[in-house]
């Protein structure tokens, strides 16, 4: 009988040495963990086991064990929040669970009940709820995981799997709030393609994304972008995805453009709450929303005529990341900032029409979910 993921079921042993929260200025982005983590595990046979609620720490696996040689691994990155009104919120977190299960799907890990996951998440943050940092930008960072762990050296289906989350208190990304960067068109290496898995969030995409993050750095950029094919489509920034804001000076409309879900691009949930809040709230008559190739040539043409206005990356660690140049072909594409700011006017009010839903200041549909009390 396969058992299905059980929240009811759940087994929680406390830590016998609970740590006091670290202060907000001591906080190290994803270096720092919280007292207890929860793992289930998974048999062919059996389905999921009762799920585990325990103290952080080491676990053990054989040497033969399929993640460690083919890379059986996958990853989700959300936060939850105090709310204004001292209540522990997850934001839009079904988003992350379904793309958790399509991640699973495509490396033949065995998916889940995604209410379910959320309701153990829940109880593991109920746990740990003191060492969720307090004030604006601070949040915990969580990281549900899943890896094949059947002892095989043999490439095939893993028949055993371990689901395990942990959670790390972060602050906001740049200290100082927002800090635009700058970045490095990357042409020589591409990070997905059509029909591979960079739409998937599978450990396997992201070690070979540093070497070229390396090189831009050694020339000064803090990130590189993502160029894709002999058009020369702009695809992602780092591990976020990447908006651009274009006018359009004969129709006197502006532009908010992002690359189509055409599966190269990660499907960010920070993205679509971008697409579906400025569909919401900008003026219709002045702004177009679209999701279509633009090409690394289309953004240096319209800065060289002025009809470039913005640039950021979005994802869930900084939420939104303002872009202030763009190196590319050995020369320099220069994004305007607003006037003694970091950033320009739409990347800072989007960056705060999110942050005000994450952090119960207002209210947008139900993607701000309670999960724990004070
Ligand atoms: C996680 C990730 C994003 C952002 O997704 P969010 O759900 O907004 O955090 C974008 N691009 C890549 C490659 C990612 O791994």
Same mark, same amino acid.
């Given at each position: =009988? ?32 919280? +007292?207890?983590?929860? #793992?289930?595990?998974?048999?062919a /046979?059996?389905?999921? +086991? ?16 399929? %993640? ?28 992350? =669970?379904?793309?958790?299960?399509k991640?699973a ?7 889940? +009940? ?6 153990? @998440?829940?109880?593991?943050?109920? #746990? ?12 915990l ?17 893993? +028949? ?23 970045? /490095? ?20 995409n ?8 390396l ?7 803090? #990130? ?12 992602? %920034?780092?591990? =976020?995805?990447c908006?651009?804001?274009? /006018? ?28 579906t ?11 177009? @929303? ?16 002025g ?18 140049? @763009?190196?590319?072909?050995g ?15 739409l990347?800072?009010d ?8 994450q ?11 309670? %999960?724990? /009390?004070?």
């Amino acid at each position: =009988m396969s058992q299905p993921l059980d929240s009811s079921k759940v087994t929680i042993v406390p830590t016998g040495t609970p740590s006091a929260p670290i202060p907000n200025e001591k906080l190290r982005f994803g270096k720092q963990f919280t +007292d207890h983590m929860l #793992q289930v595990e998974w048999t062919a /046979e059996n389905g999921w +086991d009762a799920p585990v609620i325990k103290p952080y720490g080491p676990f053990s696996i054989d040497p033969s064990c399929c %993640v460690l040689h083919y890379a059986f691994e996958l990853f989700e990155g959300m936060k939850a929040y105090w709310t204004v009104d001292d209540q522990i919120s997850l934001f839009r977190p079904e988003r992350n =669970m379904s793309r958790m299960n399509k991640s699973a799907a495509r490396i033949c890990l065995p998916e889940f +009940d995604t209410e379910e996951l959320i309701k153990l @998440i829940g109880l593991l943050l109920q #746990q740990d709820k003191h060492l969720i940092p307090k004030g604006e930008g601070y949040s915990l960072y969580i990281r549900p995981t899943m890896i094949g762990t059947t002892n095989a050296i043999g490439v095939g289906a893993p +028949d055993r799997a371990l689901l395990f989350v942990i959670c790390s208190p972060v602050g906001p990304y740049y200290k100082t709030g927002f800090k635009s960067v700058k970045l /490095e068109a990357t042409d020589y290496a591409t990070r997905a393609w059509p029909g591979g898995v960079g739409d998937k969030k599978l450990g396997a995409n992201y070690a070979p994304c540093i070497q070229p993050q390396l090189r831009a750095a050694s020339k000064g950029y803090h #990130q590189n972008l993502w160029l894709f094919g002999p058009e020369k489509y702009v695809t992602e %920034v780092g591990t =976020m995805n990447c908006f651009f804001v274009f /006018e359009n000076k004969t129709q006197n409309v502006k532009e908010l453009v992002t690359a189509p879900l055409d599966g190269t691009i990660l499907e960010g949930v920070t993205r679509d709450s971008i697409l579906t809040l400025a569909r919401a709230r900008l003026d219709p008559t002045e702004w177009q @929303i679209s999701e279509r190739y633009c090409s690394i040539f289309e953004v240096r043409e319209r800065a060289q005529r002025g009809e470039l206005l913005e640039v950021f990356g979005s994802g869930t660690a900084a939420t939104v990341s303002p872009i202030e140049e @763009i190196g590319f072909e050995g020369g320099s594409i220069p994004v305007p900032l607003s006037e003694g700011e970091q950033s320009g006017p739409l990347t800072k009010d989007i960056a705060r029409w999110i942050m005000e839903i994450q952090y119960g200041k207002s209210k947008f549909q139900d993607w701000s979910r309670i %999960v724990a /009390e004070a």
